[in-house]
């Protein structure tokens, strides 16, 4: 994923190493990826922050009633 600024920077994050060591479902890995791609920069942000597993965490214990 690349994320760029106005400013000129440029972040790009390879979402598969991003990714490689989270605990994830079929439904949370669904969420995620639409995360990339709806929303790259709240994305981003968990990954630098290192919070991207809470998130997951999050997702997965919505239960659907």
Do not use: H
Not at 35 to 55: H, N, V
């Amino acid at each position: 994923m690349d994320v760029y600024t106005s400013a000129g920077y440029m972040l790009r994050i390879d979402c598969w190493k991003a990714e490689k060591n989270l605990k994830t479902t079929p439904s949370s890995d669904y969420a995620l990826n639409a995360l990339a791609i709806d929303e790259p920069l709240e994305y981003a942000k968990l990954y630098l922050d290192g919070t991207i597993q809470i998130w997951v965490d999050a997702e997965d214990s919505l239960e659907i009633f």
